[in-house]
Structure formats: C-alpha cells, structure tokens
Nanobody, 123 residues
C-alpha cells in the first residue's frame, strides 16, 4: 500500500522554526518528484516547495523563499521541510506529495498525498 505520513507540525511563535518530515512506505521516493503544499482556512491549496527526482531542480513559492528549505534522504525514504522565521500567515495544514516525473511543472500533477499536519504560528 502506497502511503505518505507527515509529522512535525505544531504550535510555534512568530519568528520560530519547525522541521516537517514525511515518511514514505510501500514505494521508494528516489524516482519521484516530491514536494510540500499547504492549505490555510478558506484558501486554495498552494505549492510551497518541490524538488525533482534527481535533485537538480527545485522551486519555492515567493512567500517562503529564503525561509524554507526542502530536502530529501532517499536512503531513509523520507523528505523534509525546514521552516525558519515563521510568520502567522504560514499557518496552514501542510501536505507532502510525490509524483511521477513529468515534462511540465515541478509541483504539478502529484500522484500521492499525505493526510497533512497542522502548523499554527501564533503568539
């Protein structure tokens, strides 16, 4: 059974940091694009950061550039999102995802999704 499970969410004060993890089971991540997405209440789901299967290409939403870093550890079949300098507007449910490599957008058309982990940034 193919599964992605996020962890590491929680409550943090503005300016703080969190690291999200996403563990894959039932398949290996090394041949997939991977990424992090988020959805705030009343908002559309948006791509936060994605990385190609080879690791040669990455992208970040303008709102998180310089603050968030995506990484992958294929040996552990796990992906991460390091989040620094968190702002209240970062509050959202964060989802990890994986997709078959494609010729279009790096974050588009993901095939497998986790259930999400809630990040709340508040004082």
């Amino acid at each position: 059974q193919l599964q992605l499970v996020e962890s590491g969410g929680g409550l943090v004060q503005p300016g703080g940091s969190l690291r999200l993890s996403c563990a894959a089971s039932g398949f290996t991540l090394d041949n997939y694009r991977i990424g992090w997405f988020r959805q705030a209440p009343g908002k559309e789901r948006e791509g936060v950061s994605c990385i190609s299967a080879s690791g040669s290409r990455t992208n970040y939403a303008d709102s998180v550039k310089g603050r968030f870093t995506i990484s992958r550890d294929n040996a552990k079949n796990t992906m991460y999102l390091q989040m620094n300098s968190l702002k209240p507007e970062d509050t959202a449910v964060y989802y990890c995802a994986a997709g078959i490599p494609q010729l279009t957008t790096l974050c588009g058309g993901m095939d497998y999704w986790g259930k999400g982990t809630l990040v709340t940034v508040s004082s």
